[in-house]
């Protein structure tokens, strides 16, 4: 076996960010940027010799490069087997499921998510633990120490692996297993939903659209909804992967997935559509001319689990990420179970999962998902949805509105101010921390301050404590607003403004959130000087 010791310098930079290092794909050309990175990782984990690692992308650019120069590594550092999925393509929930199902160590999953991709576009490698989830904070932090000493990678020599064939080759002592990409994750789809219940509705005149804006889930979402439930051919659209998304932002939300938006605000639309993301872990929802904000949707499935057969046993709790709106909040007191509110990103929800105190998680970007795998799940949550309005018979918007008149409707928008100057956005946030201790009591267009604070959460498993999770202004009557800097960009800064007010009076519930929100936005703006300081009026994206 011919295994090369390479020397190399450590790069400062690899420091992963909400979810995995994320860098334009110019760097990760850069020699020895991927392979430091990568052998950071087998640096920062015990035992893995012989034992199975799960590998695959959301098929962007550079996507198969990455993969080959990474299972050259895996043999060279003594991995025993690697299941890759069938053309390099695994989505990140799909993997999360190999690695629980085949009991691997972790998983390489490659991906910028969102981010746009192809040659000048973003690039990402995320490490995933043996429960299938994010790695968590002493994980990320032990790679990243290991990725500023590092001064030599192993990789074997080899000739390239057939990726698109599946079965097992040998790489040096390491097993490559080519594995279909999208079986194990259908099956599970189909152990936790009423397909039968699905199939009747799609053959009974109900119109969806799926759009997987040329990113991962086209062949899952193919396989699941075409195949299995028997929905019209044509209905996944946009569903072939392209290494550049062709061209556009893989992002489902009103701005990105605007073809989409088209078609479910056009005339004639159909009943339902919804969109995935690059990786396939976010999901956006929409009824006829109706859009449901993902912090709703949360709320929606908590509230509906027991009509999944999955979860017809009960859940036994819901968790958000603190700029997630209160509405699942409102549905866990009512049903009587757990509630957390935890960090932003997904990696916070592993241990609650793993505990079994929580059952369904989300975020309020489009993430949502379940301790079916742990990682939110796009596909997922769109099946859910199906399997809901099938059982009960009401379009989206009924029920979304029903659930308004029940538990109070949460108005509830984000802003995002994109590529502004990262000092800026630095000083915008040090301004607000030196702030805190005069806000409270300060009132504001009759909203008085009753907390402000920078949000610091002690997972409550295994104690470790998380500082600086974003700024909270609390106002008296719930309402909030909180700014936190994005940690998945790769250009600039990105300034995120959550709003939230709740409103429990039926007679108000329909307005635009915009409208609705108006104060809050411009108590936002005052309070944060975001014109003085980042020289913007307006958000780039409001979602
Ligand atoms: C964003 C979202 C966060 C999500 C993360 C990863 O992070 O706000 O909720 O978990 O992306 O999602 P940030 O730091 O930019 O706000 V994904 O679909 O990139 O894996
Ligand atoms: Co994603």
Not at 429 to 444: E, H, I, V
Request: with cysteine.
């Amino acid at each position: 076996m011919d295994i090369r010791t390479v020397k190399t310098q450590p790069f400062d930079d690899q420091k992963p960010g909400t979810s995995g290092l994320r860098k334009a794909v110019p760097t990760f050309q850069t020699p020895n940027y991927l392979e430091n990175f990568i052998q950071s990782i087998f640096d920062s984990q015990d035992n893995y010799q012989g034992q199975r690692l799960v590998l695959g992308g959301d098929g962007r650019y550079y996507n198969r490069t990455a993969i080959q120069t990474i299972l050259k590594m895996a043999a060279a550092n003594g991995v025993g087997r690697v299941l890759v999925g069938q053309g390099g393509i695994l989505s990140t929930p799909a993997a999360s499921c190999l690695i629980r199902k085949y009991q691997a160590f972790g998983g390489i999953i490659l991906s910028a998510s969102h981010n746009p991709g192809g040659p000048e576009g973003d690039f990402g490698v995320k490490f995933n633990t043996r429960n299938g989830g994010p790695a968590p904070a002493d994980v990320t932090e032990a790679i990243f120490a290991k990725s500023k000493e590092i001064s030599e990678y192993k990789i074997l020599e080899a000739e390239d692996i057939n990726l698109d064939q599946q079965g097992e080759t040998k790489l040096g002592e390491m097993t490559v297993e080519v594995v279909d990409a999208v079986e194990a994750y259908a099956d599970l789809m189909a152990s936790i939903f009423d397909f039968d219940a699905i199939r009747n509705l799609l053959s009974g005149g109900f119109r969806m659209v799926m759009d997987s804006l040329h990113a991962v889930t086209g062949p899952y979402a193919k396989e699941i909804f075409e195949r299995r439930l028997k929905a019209p051919t044509g209905t996944v659209q946009n569903g072939e992967p392209l290494e550049d998304f062709g061209g556009g932002h893989p992002d489902p939300n009103l701005v990105y997935a605007r073809e989409l938006v088209e078609t479910m605000y056009g005339d004639n639309p159909p009943d339902f559509g919804a969109a995935s993301d690059g990786d396939g872990d976010r999901n956006m929802i929409l009824g006829s001319k109706f859009f449901v904000t993902p912090s709703d949707s949360l709320a929606i499935l908590a509230a509906n689990a027991q009509l999944v057969p999955g979860y017809a046993k009960g859940i036994t709790g819901v968790a958000r990420s603190m700029p997630t709106s209160q509405a699942p909040d409102r549905v866990a007191k009512q049903l009587g179970i757990n509630c957390y509110e935890t960090p932003t990103g997904w990696k916070f929800f592993g241990n609650l999962l793993d505990a079994g105190k929580v059952t369904l998680c989300g975020e309020e970007s489009f993430g949502t998902g379940s301790n079916h795998v742990r990682e939110k799940d796009g596909l997922w949550a769109v099946l859910f949805w199906l399997n809901i309005i099938a059982k009960r018979g009401q379009s989206v918007e009924e029920i979304v509105k029903e659930h308004w008149q029940t538990y109070g409707r949460t108005y509830y928008s984000r802003h995002d101010y994109e590529e502004v100057d990262k000092d800026s956005a630095n000083t915008l946030m040090d301004n607000l921390r030196s702030a805190f201790g005069n806000l409270p009591g300060k009132q504001f267009k009759g909203y008085e301050i009753a907390l402000a604070d920078d949000f610091s959460y002690t997972d409550p498993i295994d104690g470790s404590i998380a500082e600086k999770q974003g700024i909270r202004i609390v106002f008296k009557d719930g309402s909030r607003i909180v700014f936190r800097l994005s940690g998945t960009g790769t250009h600039g800064a990105t300034l995120r403004v959550y709003l939230e007010r709740y409103e429990p009076d039926s007679s108000k519930q329909n307005q635009d959130p915009q409208v609705a929100l108006a104060d809050l936005i411009n108590i936002a703006h005052e309070i944060a000087q975001i014109k003085q300081l980042t020289g913007r009026d307006e958000p780039s994206v409001i979602t």
